[in-house]
């Protein structure tokens, strides 16, 4: 079974950047698309961006469009999501899943708090 970690998140001012890593164990992640989902208090989880297999494409929530990238490096197992501008509505819990078939796993969080 795939285990995730994620890590990376913390406090940043409006307009800074985080890089958020999700680190995949178990198995190989290169048979795996993934993808990056948040979930502000209250809220419900919301998807925000995703990749497929070799990142050949990759999408994005339109509200983080132009200011987050997701990449993988299938060789180290990782996930990354690098968030630059960050916004106060960018505060929540980020999530790391990967999915392959019907099968999908997910990590347990971390937190990202941006200060206005």
């Known amino acids: 079974q795939l285990q995730l970690v994620e890590s990376g998140g913390g406090l940043v001012q409006s307009g800074g950047s985080l890089r958020l890593s999700c680190a995949a164990s178990?198995?190989?992640?290169?048979?795996?698309?993934v993808a990056w989902f948040r979930q502000a208090p209250g809220k419900e989880r919301e998807g925000v961006s995703c990749a497929t297999t070799r990142s050949d494409v990759t999408n994005y929530a339109d509200s983080v469009k132009g200011r987050f990238t997701i990449s993988r490096d299938n060789a180290k197992n990782m996930v990354y999501l690098q968030m630059n501008s960050l916004k106060p509505e960018d505060a929540a819990v980020y999530f790391c899943s990967a999915a392959w078939g019907t099968k999908v796993d997910w990590g347990q969080g971390t937190q990202v708090t941006v200060s206005s």
């Open positions: 178990g198995s190989s992640l290169d048979r795996y698309a």
